[in-house]
C-alpha cells in the first residue's frame, strides 16, 4: 500500500531554477492537493485538482503551476525560484468532497540559495 | 474566515499520564474534523476523523470528540508513551472544499 509517494524528499535549488515536484497516489482518489508548510507555521493551501483534467488556485498560488492529466499524478512546477519558496511541500489526497479525510504524503524539503 | 486555535502550543509530561489536547474553531460550519500526528521532518499521519454529525471516534488509546456547536474538539490520549511524542494538528474542513490547520501542540512524553 504505497498510499501517497512524492519525490524527491529533498532538494536544493539555485534561484531562478525549475524543477517539478512529484505526486503519485494508488488510492484512486479523484481530490487532490499542494501544501507549504513554512518552519513553525500552518499548512497553506497551494493548488488543487476535484479530478483529472481540473485544477484550481489555492491561498498562495503564486510562483506555482500543477497539472492534472491523470488520477494519479499531480505534478507541481516551480518555474523560477525564489528563496520565498524554501518550505516542505506537502501532497495530499481525498476520496470526495466532504465527508472523507485526508491522506498526506511524507513532503518534499526544498531549499532555494 | 475560519481560525483554529489549539492549546497548549507545547505540553510535557511523565510516561503513563493520560492527557487531553484542546483545539477551538471559529466558525462551526464544518464538514468534518481530522487530527493529525506530524513527527519530526516527517509527513502527516491521519489519526481520527471526525465528521460533522459525530460526537467522537475512537482509535485504541485516543479518543476524539467534537462540539461543533461551541467549537470545540478534544483529543485524549491515555496511558501517554514515548512513542506518542510528535507535534498534533487539529484540522477543519469547511465550504469550498479547504482545510484549516491549527498550529499545533507539540507532545513530549517522557520515560
Known amino acids: 500500500n504505497a498510499g501517497v509517494t512524492q519525490t524527491p524528499k529533498f532538494r536544493i535549488l539555485k534561484i531562478g531554477q525549475s524543477m517539478t515536484l512529484q505526486c503519485t497516489q494508488d488510492m484512486n482518489h479523484n481530490y487532490m492537493y499542494w501544501y507549504r508548510q513554512d518552519p513553525g507555521m500552518g499548512l497553506k493551501l497551494i493548488y488543487y485538482s476535484v479530478g483529472a483534467g481540473i485544477t484550481d488556485k489555492g491561498e498562495v498560488p503564486n510562483g506555482y503551476n500543477v497539472s492534472r492529466s491523470t488520477t494519479e499524478d499531480f505534478p507541481l512546477r516551480l518555474e523560477l525560484a525564489a528563496p520565498s519558496q524554501t518550505s516542505v511541500y506537502f501532497c495530499a489526497t481525498s476520496s470526495g468532497p466532504i465527508n472523507y479525510g485526508y491522506t498526506f504524503g511524507s513532503g518534499t524539503r526544498l531549499t532555494v540559495v | 474566515k475560519q481560525e483554529v486555535t489549539q492549546i497548549p502550543a507545547a505540553l510535557s509530561v511523565p510516561e503513563g499520564e493520560n492527557l487531553v489536547l484542546n483545539c477551538s474553531f471559529t466558525?462551526?460550519?464544518?464538514?468534518?474534523l481530522q487530527w493529525f500526528r506530524q513527527d519530526p521532518g516527517k509527513g502527516l499521519t491521519s489519526l481520527l476523523l471526525?465528521?460533522?454529525?459525530?460526537r467522537e471516534q475512537t482509535s485504541g488509546r485516543l479518543n476524539a470528540s467534537l462540539d461543533k456547536s461551541s467549537g470545540r474538539s478534544t483529543l485524549y490520549i491515555a496511558a501517554s508513551q514515548p512513542g506518542d511524542s510528535a507535534t498534533y494538528l487539529c484540522?477543519?474542513?469547511?465550504?469550498?472544499?479547504?482545510?484549516?490547520f491549527g498550529g499545533g501542540t507539540r507532545l513530549m512524553v517522557k520515560p
Open positions: 484540522v477543519t474542513r469547511n465550504a469550498g472544499n479547504m482545510l484549516t
Open positions: 471526525i465528521q460533522s454529525s459525530q
Open positions: 466558525d462551526s460550519a464544518i464538514y468534518n
